[in-house]
T-cell receptor, first 113, second 112 residues
C-alpha cells in the first residue's frame, strides 16, 4: 500500500523557536497533501491543504503566517511552526492524496516548553 | 457548520464478539465515506471506504453500511480481537472536494 512518512516523529523545542516538519509520499506522487492537528483524545482537525507548486489553502481560524506550508515537489510537503508557544504543542499529522484515497503519515509529536 | 459525529465515545466488547461502531453525518453533499483506525501515538490507518452509490461494502472481517436516508454510517468488525483496540474515526468527503472531515471518534476496548 501507499506509504507516507513524517520527520521528525517527536520534537521538543523552546518557546519562540521555529520547527519544521516534513511529510513525504514514498511510493507515489501527490499533488495534494493535507496537514492536520490533533489534541489528546480529540479528532483530527484539518489545518490546510497543500498543493504542489502553489500556495496552500488554510482552514478558517488557522494562521497562515504561523503555520508555513511549502509543497515544493510531488513527494514532499513541509509545515513550519513559527515562533512556537506551549499552546502549539500537539500531534501534527499529514496525509497525501493518492489515486483513490488519502494516506496518512505516522504523525509528529510537538512539545513546546 | 455541517459535521460528522458519533453516537458512542467508548465501546467495550468481549474478544470474539462482533463490534458495531456508528456514525451520523449531516452533509448531504458527501459522496465518499471512510473509516480509519488510530492506535495510540500513531497516524490514522485506512480500514475501508464506501461511495454513496453503495449501501454495503465488505472487507476482511469488516463491513461498512451506509444509510443515506438517515445519514448513518456503521462499521462492523467480526470476531473482534485485542489488536482491534483503538480509536475509530469515520470521515466524509463532499462531492467535488478532496479534503475529508473527521468525526469525533469511538474508542474500542476489547476485553480478553
Amino acid at each position: 500500500g501507499a506509504v507516507v512518512s513524517q520527520h521528525p516523529s517527536r520534537v521538543i523545542c523552546k518557546s519562540g523557536t521555529s520547527v519544521k516538519i516534513e511529510c513525504r509520499s514514498l511510493d507515489f506522487q501527490a499533488t495534494t497533501m493535507f496537514w492536520y492537528r490533533q489534541f489528546p483524545k480529540q479528532s483530527l482537525m484539518l489545518m490546510a491543504t497543500s498543493n504542489e507548486g502553489s500556495k496552500a489553502t488554510y482552514e478558517q481560524g488557522v494562521e497562515k503566517d504561523k503555520f508555513l506550508i511549502n509543497h515544493a515537489s510531488l513527494t514532499l510537503s513541509t509545515l513550519t511552526v513559527t515562533s512556537a508557544h506551549p499552546e502549539d504543542s500537539s500531534f501534527y499529522i499529514c496525509s497525501a492524496q493518492g489515486p483513490d484515497t488519502q494516506y496518512f503519515g505516522p504523525g509528529t509529536r510537538l512539545t513546546v516548553l | 457548520g455541517e459535521s460528522v459525529g458519533l453516537h458512542l465515545p467508548t465501546l467495550s466488547v468481549q474478544e470474539g464478539d462482533n463490534s458495531i461502531i456508528n456514525c451520523a453525518y449531516s452533509n448531504s453533499a458527501s459522496d465518499y465515506f471512510i473509516w480509519y483506525k488510530q492506535e495510540s501515538g500513531k497516524g490514522p490507518q485506512f480500514i475501508i471506504d464506501i461511495r454513496s452509490n453503495m449501501d454495503k461494502r465488505q472487507g476482511q472481517r469488516v463491513t461498512v453500511l451506509l444509510n443515506k436516508t438517515v445519514k448513518h454510517l456503521s462499521l462492523q468488525i467480526a470476531a473482534t480481537q485485542p489488536g482491534d483496540s483503538a480509536v475509530y474515526f469515520c470521515a466524509e468527503r463532499p462531492g467535488g472536494y478532496q479534503k475529508v472531515t473527521f468525526g469525533t471518534g469511538t474508542k474500542l476496548q476489547v476485553i480478553p
